[in-house]
């Protein structure tokens, strides 16, 4: 029998692409440290971790690419352009 997970947990942040402005966004975590998505507007963008410390974000496209968590000087996490800011979950 599959234990029962915790409902996701749908976080508001700010969150910037690229050098586009700071605008609303939410954060959901299905497993927090694991798997969660931002959702910017209409784009939702995948996030998914091997515990390991390897990152993969997938677009809308589908496409998947391995991606690499850096602290902004601003207190912002992003991964290779694309940024968030605010009360992150973090495990």
């Given at each position: 029998?599959?234990?029962?997970?915790?409902?996701?947990?749908?976080?508001?942040?700010?969150?910037?692409?690229g050098d586009g402005a700071w605008q609303p966004c939410t954060m959901t975590v299905v497993q927090l440290g694991e798997h969660w998505w931002l959702q910017v507007g209409r784009q939702?963008?995948?996030f998914r971790s091997d515990g390991r410390g390897s990152v993969?974000?997938?677009?809308g496209s589908g496409q998947a690419r391995a991606v690499m968590p850096v602290w902004?000087?601003?207190?912002?996490?992003?991964?290779?352009?694309?940024c968030a800011k605010g009360n992150l979950p973090l495990d």
């Open positions: 029998m599959v234990p029962d997970l915790p409902p996701p947990q749908t976080i508001p942040l700010e969150c910037r692409l939702r963008l995948e993969s974000l997938r677009n902004g000087a601003d207190q912002a996490l992003c991964w290779d352009g694309v």
